[in-house]
Every structure is written in C-alpha cells, then in structure tokens.
C-alpha cells in the first residue's frame, strides 16, 4: 500500500486519513509512506514502528509515484491520480502550494471546464459565500469553533455537510495547529498563519472546494494567495 503525502499531527484532538489507514491496516501488509514535505520524518517512522511493524526511513530524490496526472474527482475531498485526460464538462479541483525558505503555503481553487450547470454554480456560490464570511472573522481573539459553526449551520442549512476541518495552520509542515474545527474551543491569535477552506463534495458528481493561507492579525485577515476565486472556466481543446 503506497500512501503519499503522509503527515504525522501527533495532536490527539486530530489525527490525519494517513494516520487512521496505517493503524488500521493489517500488519501483513507492506506500507510505503511517502513524503516531500514531514518534518518529523524519525518521529513518524518512530510512530509507524510502534503502531503497524518495523519501518525503515529512507531519503531519496526518486519518486514512485508519477507527477503527471490529472486529478479528475473533485466529488471527493482527495481524489487518486489517474492518467485520465482532462474532458469537456469536467469540475477541476486544484490543491496546490510552495515552500519558501522552509515554509509552506496552501491554496486551492476549483475551475470549470465548459459552462457550469445551475446546481454547480449553487454549490460553488454557496461555498464561496462561506469562504469570505468565516474569513472575516479569522482575526485576534475570535473563538475557532464559533468561526467554523458559521459555515457547518449555513450548509446544514442548504442541505449539505463540511466532511473536514474548516482549515489548519500552517508553518514548517503543511498542516499544523490550531485545526479549524468544531471540536476546537480555542482562540485564534495574531501572526498565526491559518488556511480557510470550506467545501461541498456530492458523491459520484462534483465537488467544490475554495482555499486561501492567511495572516491573523488584530483586523480583518490578510490574504496571503491572491488567485481568482470567482467563475473560471476553461475550454476544451478536442
């Protein structure tokens, strides 16, 4: 079992999908946990060794998992890579970021390929409404699990659920306290650098999801991923 991008929260308030899928998978079973971005490679071989078997840490520049390919199920929050070229009508969802000296940045946008129907437009107007009301109140002080009950009550509202957390910090590793979450009845403080990123996913369909990395500050936050979050849509070239 090839399991990419592997983190390691040691946080007991949220673990990660990685984290359930090793304890969970039989000991019989070879893990290989890929990872270009853990920080705490010895503590989580450490931890795989304790929870699943023996574990072997390995630095290496080649890469088994191709680079090239098309993430095409945005219905699901972390859809598999395939070689599937990207189609007329298709919902793209883009997670995507960069290290600068150490630190990382997250950022996601969902594109559209062709005209979006009514009921995506609904779905990404809705999220995108969320996304700029939670983020308001991302400043000093502001209480986290109040902050993400903006969102979870106005989905509830329209029908749908927040099947993740509402964000996470950002630093050295790409997730790192605080999680944005409903559990979470902590405050948020100035200079912490959070993610904001709400979505809808309708299984077998699409799904949407609209992310931004912002700078707490004593206002409003600061924006730090400037891209386009309304409408963009690509043609097809077939």
């Known amino acids: 079992v090839i399991l990419d991008e592997v983190h390691y929260m040691n946080d007991e308030q ?18 290989i946990a890929l990872s270009a971005t853990v920080q705490n490679s010895r503590q989580l071989t450490d931890w795989i060794n304790t929870v ?6 390995v630095y290496t520049d080649f890469r088994p998992v191709p680079l090239r390919f ?8 972390h859809a598999m890579p395939t070689e599937r070229a990207i189609q007329p009508i298709d919902i793209i969802t883009i997670d995507m ?13 969902t594109i559209f390929v062709g005209e979006p129907t009514v009921d995506q437009k609904r779905i990404y107007e809705l999220v995108l409404k ?12 502001s209480n986290i699990k109040d902050i993400t009950k903006i969102v979870t009550s106005d989905f509830e509202l329209n029908g749908h659920r927040l099947v993740h957390a509402l964000g996470h910090g950002v630093g050295l590793d790409i997730h790192e306290p605080p999680f944005i979450r409903e559990a979470n009845d902590n405050t948020l403080k100035e200079k912490m650098v959070i993610t904001n990123e709400p979505g809808i996913y309708i299984p077998g369909n699409f799904g949407v999801r609209i992310e931004d990395t912002l700078l707490v500050t004593k206002e409003e936050p600061e924006v730090l991923t400037k891209s386009e979050k309304n409408y963009v849509f690509l043609k097809c070239m077939t």
């Open 52 to 57: 699943h078997s023996k574990t072997e840490l």
């Open 97 to 109: 970021g960069c290290k600068v000296n150490g630190y990382c940045s997250d950022m996601t946008r």
């Open 70 to 77: 098309f993430y095409y199920d945005s219905s699901k929050p």
């Open 130 to 141: 969320n996304q700029e009301c939670s983020l308001k109140e991302m400043k000093d002080g």
């Open 14 to 31: 949220r673990g990660t999908v990685w984290e359930e899928s090793i304890i969970y998978c039989p000991t019989n079973i070879q893990i």
